[in-house]
């Protein structure tokens, strides 16, 4: 089940890491910025603020009135996930839109991948492995993480993907071969 998780973790990783490249501005650097931007996100709200970086209303008004400017690391960290969480939503939304209609998106990952019996060169090892995914698995993927899907659904969407377009080839002559994804290394999702 860890394993699991944190191969779910790397493909999250790597969508935030695609839509923050689509970025047209950089995001708020400094504690106060940040604050001041989440506000407006909230409406004026500093307790919803405060609510969601899990620190005291006196807290965030302190950041906004430029008292405190040193964030400890939990809430540098909490303010740089949810400023990015919430920067530039549209950017987000048409690239979101664009790879799930018509671009789709490229999958590079060094994980395990095994497909045929031990002894083989079809036989399951650690492989490099870079693919243009088309529009409906991306769409499938995109899907799955919006609706909060589980471990295993994400990391099977992410699976099938790969093993449709480089192992299958588009469901050529290897159309029925199951493949196993396992052991995420490292994974970069670009739309």
């Known amino acids: 089940m860890k394993r699991a998780a944190r191969t779910r973790a790397k493909i999250l990783d790597g969508i935030a890491r695609a839509e923050r490249a689509l970025f047209t501005r950089p995001v708020p650097k400094s504690a106060r910025a940040r604050m001041k931007f989440l506000r407006t996100r909230e409406k004026g709200s500093t307790q919803k603020v405060a609510a969601r970086l899990g620190v005291s209303p006196r807290t965030v008004q302190r950041y906004l009135a430029g008292a405190s400017t040193t964030p400890n690391k939990r809430l540098r960290q909490a303010l740089a996930q949810e400023t990015e969480s919430e920067w530039q939503p549209q950017v987000r939304a048409h690239a979101r839109q664009s790879a799930a209609s018509s671009g789709g998106m490229v999958i590079s990952c060094r994980a395990f991948f095994g497909f045929g019996p031990e002894g083989t060169s079809d ?28 471990d295993s659904d994400l990391q099977a969407a992410v699976a099938e993907a790969i093993a449709d377009v480089y192992f299958r080839q588009g469901g050529g002559g290897r159309a029925g071969l199951e493949v196993r994804f396992s052991d995420v290394e490292w994974l970069n999702i670009k739309f």
Not at 127 to 149: F, K, N, T, W
């Open 123 to 150: 036989a399951g090892r650690v492989r490099d492995i870079m693919v243009a995914v088309p529009a409906h698995h991306a769409a499938a993927i995109l899907a799955a993480q919006e609706h909060g899907a589980t």
